[in-house]
């Protein structure tokens, strides 16, 4: 069996950076519901358990809790913020409400700099975020570090290897933060690392090949890094027998297809099919405003034209997809997790029920740096690797209100000059998205001496690790300044630019 830690979900975006970092230091781990119980982890036998952080208080009624046997296990147990005062609520500890928030740098004083904080004596930068604190630890536990405000900073208990810490460790405002976490995995819990992307393409193949026999699979490809190296991978498990389909829905970028065509017929030859669907796309989306029916439609409308390449190949049962792991884990908070659905991915909330594949995701336990890495694992040009992430539906998620043809074809030219003017700017390479997207106002203006009254682009650019979070790019003024004269002079129907500075949360990403 392999090795991996247990982490538990008390707040999704604490639990994903956590997971995150843990996999970076070679040690495999999956989140798990924070209220899974100690039998059943027991079965899956993890090495050892990470409480996550999480946005509510255990002073609070209703909090969410965990079941107390999972400390009686002899497991290594570490929890971070909501993870430590949960420990030391359930352990019998004592709790007291902060007076204000603390939230920001801080700087702590290690008391015992063994174990937990081994070859990290003295006084050590670090993160916190917490209203609340423990301000006497459970019977057995010792303080391992404070700060003037803050009494129990970290506490532990060594023959138990019960430990917990009141600031953040899997953030990068906590610098030596990477080397607790590998005091807890190696020193303390005795993990042997060494997880990586080819043994994870040893197993992914070896998975694929036990499930599909001698079957056929589908991979729905659409553009994006993750469903493209889904079918690298299922070409290197069974070749020939996965047909990868690229559907024009008629939301795609300008020159998308062509560019698929190229590489995946060029330079990595793939079984490639592509399927002109766009007018049947957009005669669905004829008339539909609201964004979520926007995305059900499309999902329906895939899995339709999916039916029918499926039954013109000869038939496939299996229908592979470039789900990732964040997908899943939004998806399962949806269902009563702590935190909230925010919008339907088409890949995982809107397929239909009746869906006549199986579905095969193997990607669905990892991270989109990590997806990349694959890729690379698997010798894909970097011009597909390094593309910024598209939504599955596309431009329809990027025109507000309805979709025609004609707001299509303008967002498209729109589109390519923001593209072209990023990809020219040195920082282009820090920014996780860039794109235009078409307003559902029109505005006036004037040219030569002619008034117009015509559409307006938003431009967005955010950076980001995986999408979950996101802070706005600060293009220079140049390079805005030539994005908006070039839409402006180049692009017919639209005579106004405006830059859009919202990060997310609040905003998401993409406007729908
Ligand atoms: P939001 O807008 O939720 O986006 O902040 C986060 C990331 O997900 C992408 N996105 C989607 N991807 N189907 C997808 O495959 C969708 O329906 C969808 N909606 C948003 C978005 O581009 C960003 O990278």
């Not at 909501?82 to 019998?92: D, F, H, I, S």
């Not at 070039?486 to 949360?505: F, L, M, T």
């Amino acid at each position: 069996m392999r090795e991996f830690v247990a982490v538990l979900d008390f707040g999704s975006q604490y639990a994903q950076l956590i997971s995150r970092r843990i996999r970076e230091c070679g040690v495999y781990c999956e989140i798990l519901p924070h209220d899974v119980t100690s039998s059943e982890l027991v079965a899956m036998a993890p090495r050892a358990v990470v409480l996550s952080g999480g946005p509510a208080s255990v002073l609070e009624e209703g909090h969410p809790g965990m079941d107390a046997a999972i400390f009686d296990l002899g497991l290594p147990v570490l929890g971070i913020c909501y993870g430590l005062q949960l420990t030391a609520k359930v352990l019998g500890g004592r709790l007291e409400r902060g007076l204000a928030r603390e939230y920001g740098p801080a700087t702590i004083e290690v008391d015992t700099p063994l174990g937990l904080f081994q070859g990290l004596a003295g006084r050590l930068d670090v993160w916190m975020s917490h209203g609340d604190h423990v301000s006497s630890p459970p019977a057995g536990f010792t303080v391992l570090a404070h700060t003037p405000t803050c009494q129990v900073a970290a506490m532990g208990n060594e023959g138990k290897k019960i430990y917990g810490v009141q600031f953040h460790p899997e953030v990068v405002h906590t610098p030596r933060g990477t080397e607790i976490l590998k005091n807890f995995l190696f020193a303390i819990a005795g993990c042997t690392g060494g997880w990586s992307m080819k043994g994870f393409i040893e197993e992914a193949v070896e998975a694929i090949r036990t499930e599909v026999k001698d079957g056929r699979v589908i991979c729905g490809m659409s553009g994006g890094v993750d469903s493209a190296v889904v079918a690298a991978l299922l070409n290197r498990a069974i070749g020939e027998r996965m047909t990868a389909i690229f559907v024009d829905n008629g939301v795609l970028r300008g020159g998308e297809a062509d560019e698929i065509r190229r590489t995946f017929t060029g330079s990595y030859p793939l079984n490639l099919d592509i399927v002109d669907a766009s007018d049947r796309f957009l005669d669905a989306l004829a008339g539909v405003t609201d964004p979520e029916e926007k995305r059900k439609i499309i999902g329906r409308t895939f899995i339709d034209v999916f039916n029918a390449e499926a039954a013109r190949i000869g038939g496939a049962e299996f229908l592979a997809q470039g789900t990732l792991y964040p997908d899943i884990i939004e998806s399962r908070s949806a269902k009563g997790g702590p935190s909230a659905t925010i919008k339907s991915h088409h890949n995982v909330g809107g397929l239909p029920e009746d869906l006549q594949f199986r579905l095969i995701e193997p990607l669905k336990e990892l991270f989109k740096d990590e997806v990349r890495m694959l890729g690379r694992e698997l010798g894909m040009p970097e011009s597909i690797l390094q593309r910024q992430p598209f939504p599955g539906p596309g431009l329809a998620v990027r025109i507000l209100g309805e979709v025609t043809k004609e707001n299509v074809a303008i967002l498209q030219e729109a589109d390519a000059r923001v593209q072209e003017e990023m990809a020219r700017w040195d920082g282009y390479g820090g920014v996780w998205q860039s794109f235009a997207v078409l307003l559902p106002v029109k505005t006036v203006g004037v040219m030569g001496d002619e008034r117009t009254y015509a559409n307006v682009i938003a431009v967005r650019a955010v950076q980001s690790q995986d999408g979950m979070t996101a802070d706005w790019v600060k293009v220079p003024y140049d390079v805005l300044s030539r994005i908006s004269a070039r839409i402006i002079n180049e692009v017919q129907g639209v005579n106004r630019v405006v830059y859009d500075i919202s990060s997310k949360p609040p905003s998401t990403i993409e406007w729908e």
